[in-house]
């Protein structure tokens, strides 16, 4: 069962920074890509980054250049560097993979969660 476990989430003073990880786990073939989503109350569930496995990114405009997204492909973790935080990055964060499971089949699957605060 494949699995993904997000960390690092915490309150956090604005212009502070914060790094998540996510570690997949499971029965996996291989990966594709792997990203951060996040939702904010009120609010639809935005791209944050995502990183191929090939290491192409991308990222939100309204995090370019203080978001990094990498990764540890000997882990199968992804981790997303958030420097400069404002109160508007506040959301629970969530984790992404797009793997196969068959070397034709694609699906994504999600983490639970972590929540990041950022107090003014």
């Known amino acids: 069962q ?4 997000e960390s690092g989430g915490d309150l956090v003073q604005a212009g502070g920074s914060l790094r998540l990880s996510c570690a997949a786990s499971g029965s996996i ?3 594709n890509a792997m990203g951060w989503y996040r939702q904010a109350p009120g ?8 990183i191929t ?3 192409s990114t991308n ?3 309204s995090v370019k250049g203080r978001f990094t997204i990498s990764r540890d492909n000997a882990k199968n973790t992804v981790y997303l560097q958030m420097n400069s935080l404002k109160p508007e990055d506040g959301g629970t ?14 699906r994504d699957y999600w983490g ?8 003014s």
């Open 2 to 5: 494949v699995q993904l476990v």
């Open 29 to 31: 073939f291989s990966i």
């Open 43 to 50: 609010k639809q569930r935005e791209l944050v980054a995502t």
């Open 53 to 55: 496995s090939g290491g």
């Open 59 to 61: 990222y939100a405009d």
């Open 93 to 106: 964060y969530y984790c992404n993979m797009q793997a196969r499971t068959t070397l034709f089949r694609s």
């Open 112 to 119: 639970q969660g972590t929540q990041v605060t950022v107090s």
